[in-house]
Protein backbone atom coordinates (compact mmCIF):
# COMPACT_ATOMS: atom_id res chain seq x y z
CA UNK A 1 0.00 0.00 0.00
CA UNK A 2 1.33 3.60 -0.93
CA UNK A 3 1.84 5.89 1.48
CA UNK A 4 -1.15 8.26 0.15
CA UNK A 5 -3.92 5.27 1.11
CA UNK A 6 -2.17 4.04 3.80
CA UNK A 7 -5.07 4.18 7.10
CA UNK A 8 -2.63 6.28 9.12
CA UNK A 9 -2.84 8.63 6.35
CA UNK A 10 -6.15 9.13 5.35
CA UNK A 11 -7.60 9.82 8.84
CA UNK A 12 -11.34 10.60 8.43
CA UNK A 13 -12.79 11.49 11.73
CA UNK A 14 -16.36 12.00 11.54
CA UNK A 15 -18.34 13.98 14.38
CA UNK A 16 -19.66 11.34 16.28
CA UNK A 17 -16.14 9.57 16.21
CA UNK A 18 -14.63 12.86 17.43
CA UNK A 19 -16.90 12.72 20.29
CA UNK A 20 -16.70 9.58 21.63
CA UNK A 21 -13.34 10.03 21.38
CA UNK A 22 -13.45 13.28 23.38
CA UNK A 23 -16.16 11.84 25.33
CA UNK A 24 -13.43 8.85 26.67
CA UNK A 25 -11.13 11.67 28.58
CA UNK A 26 -14.35 12.06 30.53
CA UNK A 27 -14.87 8.75 32.40
CA UNK A 28 -18.07 9.51 33.79
CA UNK A 29 -19.56 9.91 29.97
CA UNK A 30 -22.06 7.39 29.10
CA UNK A 31 -21.92 8.11 25.19
CA UNK A 32 -25.24 9.67 25.71
CA UNK A 33 -24.66 13.04 24.70
CA UNK A 34 -22.82 11.05 21.12
CA UNK A 35 -26.45 9.90 20.88
CA UNK A 36 -27.62 13.30 21.65
CA UNK A 37 -25.43 15.05 19.20
CA UNK A 38 -26.52 12.28 16.50
CA UNK A 39 -29.88 13.33 17.03
CA UNK A 40 -28.95 16.96 15.97
CA UNK A 41 -26.56 15.72 13.16
CA UNK A 42 -29.45 14.21 11.72
CA UNK A 43 -31.78 16.68 11.82
CA UNK A 44 -29.38 19.21 10.13
CA UNK A 45 -28.78 16.71 7.48
CA UNK A 46 -32.09 16.59 6.73
CA UNK A 47 -32.75 20.37 6.88
CA UNK A 48 -29.45 20.98 4.32
CA UNK A 49 -31.06 18.47 1.89
CA UNK A 50 -34.05 20.83 1.80
CA UNK A 51 -32.78 24.43 1.99
CA UNK A 52 -30.12 23.03 -0.91
CA UNK A 53 -33.19 22.76 -3.35
CA UNK A 54 -35.33 24.81 -1.61
CA UNK A 55 -36.21 26.18 -5.11
CA UNK A 56 -37.34 23.44 -6.69
CA UNK A 57 -38.95 21.38 -3.68
CA UNK A 58 -41.23 24.50 -3.37
CA UNK A 59 -40.49 25.23 0.22
CA UNK A 60 -39.35 29.01 -0.61
CA UNK A 61 -41.72 31.67 0.82
CA UNK A 62 -43.51 32.14 3.82
CA UNK A 63 -46.32 30.22 5.62
CA UNK A 64 -48.26 33.37 6.02
CA UNK A 65 -48.11 32.22 9.90
CA UNK A 66 -46.02 34.35 12.35
CA UNK A 67 -44.16 32.93 15.08
CA UNK A 68 -43.86 33.97 18.80
CA UNK A 69 -41.18 36.48 17.92
CA UNK A 70 -43.77 38.74 15.50
CA UNK A 71 -41.70 37.33 12.43
CA UNK A 72 -43.35 35.58 9.48
CA UNK A 73 -42.52 31.85 9.24
CA UNK A 74 -40.56 30.64 6.37
CA UNK A 75 -42.00 27.40 4.99
CA UNK A 76 -38.05 26.31 5.72
CA UNK A 77 -38.40 27.17 9.09
CA UNK A 78 -41.27 25.27 9.94
CA UNK A 79 -39.65 22.23 8.30
CA UNK A 80 -36.53 22.50 10.20
CA UNK A 81 -38.53 22.98 13.42
CA UNK A 82 -40.10 19.50 12.52
CA UNK A 83 -37.33 18.24 11.95
CA UNK A 84 -34.99 18.79 15.29
CA UNK A 85 -38.42 18.10 17.52
CA UNK A 86 -38.57 14.41 15.63
CA UNK A 87 -34.82 13.63 15.83
CA UNK A 88 -34.58 14.34 18.83
CA UNK A 89 -38.51 13.53 20.34
CA UNK A 90 -37.30 9.76 20.66
CA UNK A 91 -33.63 10.13 21.96
CA UNK A 92 -34.79 8.74 25.31
CA UNK A 93 -31.71 10.93 27.18
CA UNK A 94 -33.95 14.59 25.81
CA UNK A 95 -36.65 16.21 28.79
CA UNK A 96 -37.20 19.43 27.28
CA UNK A 97 -36.58 21.19 23.44
CA UNK A 98 -37.07 24.68 23.99
CA UNK A 99 -37.23 26.53 19.86
CA UNK A 100 -37.51 29.78 18.86
CA UNK A 101 -40.14 28.74 16.55
CA UNK A 102 -42.64 27.56 19.42
CA UNK A 103 -44.05 30.00 22.45
CA UNK A 104 -43.87 27.08 24.92
CA UNK A 105 -41.13 24.42 25.71
CA UNK A 106 -41.76 20.87 24.68
CA UNK A 107 -41.79 18.54 27.14
CA UNK A 108 -40.57 15.11 25.85
CA UNK A 109 -43.70 12.24 27.20
CA UNK A 110 -40.90 10.42 29.46
CA UNK A 111 -39.36 13.39 31.08
CA UNK A 112 -37.78 11.94 33.71
CA UNK A 113 -34.12 11.83 35.61
CA UNK A 114 -32.93 9.06 32.74
CA UNK A 115 -34.18 12.53 29.98
CA UNK A 116 -31.98 14.54 31.71
CA UNK A 117 -30.97 16.95 28.70
CA UNK A 118 -32.53 20.46 27.57
CA UNK A 119 -32.04 21.27 24.02
CA UNK A 120 -32.40 24.83 23.30
CA UNK A 121 -32.49 25.83 19.49
CA UNK A 122 -32.68 28.52 16.76
CA UNK A 123 -34.19 25.65 13.72
CA UNK A 124 -33.21 28.04 10.64
CA UNK A 125 -31.66 31.45 11.57
CA UNK A 126 -31.33 34.10 9.12
CA UNK A 127 -34.28 32.56 7.42
CA UNK A 128 -35.58 35.95 5.85
CA UNK A 129 -32.49 35.22 3.71
CA UNK A 130 -33.76 32.32 2.16
CA UNK A 131 -35.15 33.16 -0.85
CA UNK A 132 -32.14 35.16 -1.82
CA UNK A 133 -29.47 32.59 -1.83
CA UNK A 134 -27.87 33.98 1.06
CA UNK A 135 -26.38 31.28 3.83
CA UNK A 136 -28.04 30.81 7.02
CA UNK A 137 -28.22 28.51 9.92
CA UNK A 138 -29.44 26.05 13.12
CA UNK A 139 -27.89 26.98 16.29
CA UNK A 140 -28.02 24.75 19.54
CA UNK A 141 -27.38 24.84 23.13
CA UNK A 142 -27.41 22.12 25.54
CA UNK A 143 -28.52 21.71 28.98
CA UNK A 144 -29.09 19.74 31.93
CA UNK A 145 -32.00 19.36 34.17
CA UNK A 146 -31.09 21.13 37.18
CA UNK A 147 -30.48 19.17 40.39
CA UNK A 148 -31.61 21.61 42.48
CA UNK A 149 -35.47 22.27 40.83
CA UNK A 150 -38.19 20.67 41.33
CA UNK A 151 -38.49 17.97 38.64
CA UNK A 152 -41.64 19.30 37.59
CA UNK A 153 -40.30 23.13 36.88
CA UNK A 154 -39.62 23.12 33.61
CA UNK A 155 -39.15 26.60 33.40
CA UNK A 156 -37.14 26.72 35.97
CA UNK A 157 -34.94 24.00 34.76
CA UNK A 158 -34.50 26.24 31.55
CA UNK A 159 -33.40 29.53 32.86
CA UNK A 160 -30.21 28.75 33.41
CA UNK A 161 -27.26 30.90 32.90
CA UNK A 162 -25.40 30.48 29.44
CA UNK A 163 -22.14 28.75 31.67
CA UNK A 164 -23.93 25.89 32.24
CA UNK A 165 -24.20 24.60 28.77
CA UNK A 166 -22.89 21.11 28.71
CA UNK A 167 -22.52 22.03 25.13
CA UNK A 168 -23.50 24.75 21.64
CA UNK A 169 -22.95 24.54 18.36
CA UNK A 170 -24.28 25.55 14.74
CA UNK A 171 -24.33 24.65 11.40
CA UNK A 172 -24.05 27.29 8.63
CA UNK A 173 -25.43 26.47 5.57
CA UNK A 174 -23.58 28.13 3.02
CA UNK A 175 -21.00 27.17 0.16
CA UNK A 176 -20.37 24.18 2.28
CA UNK A 177 -22.61 23.06 5.10
CA UNK A 178 -20.29 23.27 8.18
CA UNK A 179 -20.70 21.98 11.72
CA UNK A 180 -19.27 23.89 14.91
CA UNK A 181 -19.55 22.67 17.92
CA UNK A 182 -17.74 22.44 21.75
CA UNK A 183 -18.18 20.52 24.81
CA UNK A 184 -16.12 22.80 26.50
CA UNK A 185 -12.79 21.44 25.25
CA UNK A 186 -12.43 23.66 22.30
CA UNK A 187 -13.78 24.41 19.58
CA UNK A 188 -13.65 21.79 16.52
CA UNK A 189 -15.65 21.92 12.80
CA UNK A 190 -16.67 19.54 10.77
CA UNK A 191 -17.43 19.82 6.78
CA UNK A 192 -20.75 17.35 5.61
CA UNK A 193 -19.45 15.54 2.85
CA UNK A 194 -22.68 14.68 0.91
CA UNK A 195 -21.08 11.86 -0.92
CA UNK A 196 -21.03 9.77 2.09
CA UNK A 197 -23.66 12.00 4.06
CA UNK A 198 -21.38 12.73 6.82
CA UNK A 199 -19.58 15.22 8.49
CA UNK A 200 -15.91 15.13 8.46
CA UNK A 201 -13.20 17.00 10.86
CA UNK A 202 -11.55 19.66 9.14
CA UNK A 203 -10.48 22.15 11.87
CA UNK A 204 -9.65 21.14 15.52
CA UNK A 205 -9.29 23.28 18.04
CA UNK A 206 -10.26 26.62 16.35
CA UNK A 207 -8.48 29.60 17.91
CA UNK A 208 -9.89 33.33 16.88
CA UNK A 209 -7.67 35.58 16.28
CA UNK A 210 -6.90 38.15 19.43
CA UNK A 211 -7.40 41.16 17.11
CA UNK A 212 -9.10 41.63 13.69
CA UNK A 213 -9.49 43.99 10.90
CA UNK A 214 -13.64 43.77 10.60
CA UNK A 215 -16.51 44.97 12.34
CA UNK A 216 -20.05 43.57 11.52
CA UNK A 217 -23.41 45.35 12.44
CA UNK A 218 -26.18 46.82 10.28
CA UNK A 219 -25.87 50.51 10.21
CA UNK A 220 -28.92 51.20 9.22
CA UNK A 221 -29.51 51.62 12.53
CA UNK A 222 -27.13 54.29 13.60
CA UNK A 223 -29.14 56.88 14.40
CA UNK A 224 -30.85 55.20 17.13
CA UNK A 225 -27.92 52.62 18.99
CA UNK A 226 -26.11 54.09 22.02
CA UNK A 227 -24.25 57.02 21.92
CA UNK A 228 -21.12 55.08 22.98
CA UNK A 229 -21.56 52.37 20.13
CA UNK A 230 -21.87 55.53 17.39
CA UNK A 231 -18.48 56.91 19.04
CA UNK A 232 -16.65 52.72 18.54
CA UNK A 233 -17.88 52.58 15.32
CA UNK A 234 -16.67 56.52 14.44
CA UNK A 235 -13.25 55.04 16.01
CA UNK A 236 -13.39 51.94 14.40
CA UNK A 237 -13.52 53.93 10.64
CA UNK A 238 -10.73 56.31 11.90
CA UNK A 239 -7.13 56.27 10.66
CA UNK A 240 -6.65 55.80 14.48
CA UNK A 241 -7.90 52.22 14.18
CA UNK A 242 -5.24 51.21 11.31
CA UNK A 243 -8.46 50.33 8.51
CA UNK A 244 -11.27 48.06 9.69
CA UNK A 245 -13.24 47.16 6.67
CA UNK A 246 -16.80 46.58 7.46
CA UNK A 247 -19.05 43.09 6.34
CA UNK A 248 -22.75 42.62 7.65
CA UNK A 249 -24.67 39.07 5.65
CA UNK A 250 -27.34 40.07 7.91
CA UNK A 251 -27.41 36.20 9.13
CA UNK A 252 -26.36 35.81 12.20
CA UNK A 253 -24.32 32.27 12.06
CA UNK A 254 -23.02 33.22 8.70
CA UNK A 255 -21.34 36.42 10.27
CA UNK A 256 -20.44 34.89 13.54
CA UNK A 257 -18.84 32.33 11.63
CA UNK A 258 -16.60 34.63 9.56
CA UNK A 259 -15.60 36.10 13.22
CA UNK A 260 -14.81 33.07 14.23
CA UNK A 261 -12.68 32.41 11.96
CA UNK A 262 -11.46 36.05 10.65
CA UNK A 263 -11.13 37.81 13.76
CA UNK A 264 -13.04 40.96 14.64
CA UNK A 265 -16.16 42.07 16.26
CA UNK A 266 -20.09 41.27 15.47
CA UNK A 267 -22.45 44.12 17.72
CA UNK A 268 -26.19 43.98 17.47
CA UNK A 269 -27.00 46.71 19.51
CA UNK A 270 -30.08 48.02 21.22
CA UNK A 271 -32.36 49.78 18.80
CA UNK A 272 -35.15 51.59 19.20
CA UNK A 273 -37.09 48.97 17.40
CA UNK A 274 -34.91 46.55 19.91
CA UNK A 275 -34.45 48.42 22.94
CA UNK A 276 -33.47 45.13 24.32
CA UNK A 277 -31.87 44.32 21.18
CA UNK A 278 -32.92 41.80 18.94
CA UNK A 279 -31.08 38.31 19.31
CA UNK A 280 -32.58 36.01 21.75
CA UNK A 281 -30.17 35.32 24.54
CA UNK A 282 -31.27 31.01 25.39
CA UNK A 283 -30.60 30.02 22.20
CA UNK A 284 -28.58 32.42 19.85
CA UNK A 285 -26.18 34.57 22.05
CA UNK A 286 -25.90 31.58 24.81
CA UNK A 287 -24.67 29.09 22.20
CA UNK A 288 -22.33 31.65 20.12
CA UNK A 289 -21.00 32.65 23.07
CA UNK A 290 -19.86 29.50 24.52
CA UNK A 291 -18.18 28.94 20.91
CA UNK A 292 -16.17 32.76 21.31
CA UNK A 293 -14.90 31.88 24.72
CA UNK A 294 -13.77 28.51 24.12
CA UNK A 295 -12.09 30.04 21.03
CA UNK A 296 -10.39 33.04 23.19
CA UNK A 297 -12.53 35.23 21.85
CA UNK A 298 -15.42 36.99 24.35
CA UNK A 299 -18.90 37.85 24.28
CA UNK A 300 -21.14 40.46 26.38
CA UNK A 301 -24.24 42.59 26.12
CA UNK A 302 -22.30 45.55 26.12
CA UNK A 303 -21.47 45.66 29.66
CA UNK A 304 -22.12 42.16 31.21
CA UNK A 305 -20.31 38.72 29.96
CA UNK A 306 -23.10 36.93 28.29
CA UNK A 307 -22.58 33.54 30.29
CA UNK A 308 -23.35 34.97 33.37
CA UNK A 309 -26.83 36.26 32.63
CA UNK A 310 -29.28 34.65 34.17
CA UNK A 311 -32.12 34.43 31.89
CA UNK A 312 -36.03 35.25 33.33
CA UNK A 313 -37.73 34.70 30.11
CA UNK A 314 -37.60 31.61 27.12
CA UNK A 315 -37.12 33.98 24.57
CA UNK A 316 -35.22 36.65 26.20
CA UNK A 317 -33.77 38.87 23.89
CA UNK A 318 -30.22 40.59 24.68
CA UNK A 319 -27.68 43.01 23.04
CA UNK A 320 -24.46 41.26 21.72
CA UNK A 321 -21.01 42.58 21.39
CA UNK A 322 -18.87 38.87 20.75
CA UNK A 323 -15.86 38.55 18.85
CA UNK A 324 -12.01 39.11 19.57
CA UNK A 325 -11.24 39.98 22.91
CA UNK A 326 -9.61 43.57 21.49
CA UNK A 327 -12.65 44.23 19.81
CA UNK A 328 -14.86 43.72 22.24
CA UNK A 329 -12.85 44.81 24.83
CA UNK A 330 -12.48 48.41 22.58
CA UNK A 331 -16.40 48.66 22.72
CA UNK A 332 -16.77 48.07 26.29
CA UNK A 333 -14.37 51.22 26.47
CA UNK A 334 -15.89 53.72 24.02
CA UNK A 335 -19.72 52.40 25.52
CA UNK A 336 -19.12 52.46 28.75
CA UNK A 337 -16.62 55.13 28.57
P1 LIG B 1 -31.38 43.08 11.06
C1 LIG B 1 -32.09 37.21 11.16
O1 LIG B 1 -33.41 37.65 11.07
C2 LIG B 1 -31.55 37.64 12.51
O2 LIG B 1 -32.28 37.11 13.55
C3 LIG B 1 -30.08 37.27 12.63
O3 LIG B 1 -29.77 36.13 11.91
C4 LIG B 1 -29.37 38.49 12.08
O4 LIG B 1 -28.10 38.68 12.67
C5 LIG B 1 -30.32 39.62 12.47
O5 LIG B 1 -31.62 39.06 12.60
C6 LIG B 1 -30.36 40.68 11.40
O6 LIG B 1 -31.22 41.70 11.88
O7 LIG B 1 -32.20 43.95 11.97
O8 LIG B 1 -29.98 43.62 10.83
O9 LIG B 1 -32.06 42.70 9.77
Not at 73 to 82: E, H, I, R, S, T
Not at 99 to 119: C, G, L, N, Q, T
Not at 181 to 209: C, D, Q, R, W
Not at 309 to 331: F, N
Request: hydrophobic share 35%.
Amino acid sequence: MNETTSPESYKMVTVQQHIMESQRAHPTATGEFTWLLSGITLATKMIEAQVRRAGILGVLGSTGEENVQGEVVQKLDQLANDAILQCLGYRGNVGLMVSEEDDEPHIVKDFSDAARYIVLFDPLDGSSNIDVNVSIGTIFSILQTNPETKSKDVIGHILQPGIKQVAAGYVVYGSSTVLTYTTGSGVHMFTLNPEIGAYVLHKENVLMPEKGKMYSVNEAYLGTFPDGVRKYLDWAKSEAAGGYSSRYIGSLVADFHRTLLRGGVFLYPPTKKAPGGKLRLLYEANPLAFIAEQAGGAATDGKRRILEKTPTALHERTPLVIGSKYEVAQVAEFWQG
